[in-house]
């Protein structure tokens, strides 16, 4: 069974950085593509970034590219998000997703091809 609980949200100034992490209490994390996605009040959740299981391919939204950057360590069971320039817009409640096998090479931007969500961190940027 899959069970994330992210960490690391807070409240910081534009320009700050912060860095979320995900931990995994299961067996499979090394097997599963990984995701970050947020969302703002009033708006659907939009993704951030996404990595494949063994950490070799990632792929950002166009909004955080040059930003944020997501990473695993697959012995630590543990996904983060390094998070940089922070703007306001980057407010929002950010969660964590796990995608069960097949597919644990691929990276996925939708959040339908997600199995298991984390209950989500708040990261607010104040101007």
């Known amino acids: 069974q899959v069970q994330l609980v992210e960490s690391g949200g807070g409240l910081v100034q534009a320009g700050d950085s912060l860095r979320l992490s995900c931990a995994d209490s299961g067996r499979t994390f090394s097997t599963n593509a990984m995701g970050w996605f947020r969302q703002a009040p009033g708006k659907e959740r939009e993704f951030v970034a996404a990595?494949?299981?063994?950490?070799?391919?990632?792929n950002y939204a166009d909004s955080v590219k040059g930003r944020f950057t997501i990473s695993r360590d697959n012995a630590k069971k543990t996904l983060y998000l390094q998070m940089n320039s922070l703007k306001p817009e980057d407010t929002a409640v950010y969660y964590c997703?796990?995608?069960?096998?097949?597919?644990?090479?691929?990276?996925?931007?939708?959040?339908?091809?997600?199995?298991?969500w984390g209950q989500g961190t708040q990261v607010t940027v104040s101007s």
């Open positions: 990595i494949n299981m063994i950490g070799g391919r990632t």
């Open positions: 997703a796990a995608r069960r096998p097949p597919g644990g090479l691929g990276i996925y931007s939708s959040p339908t091809l997600y199995d298991y």
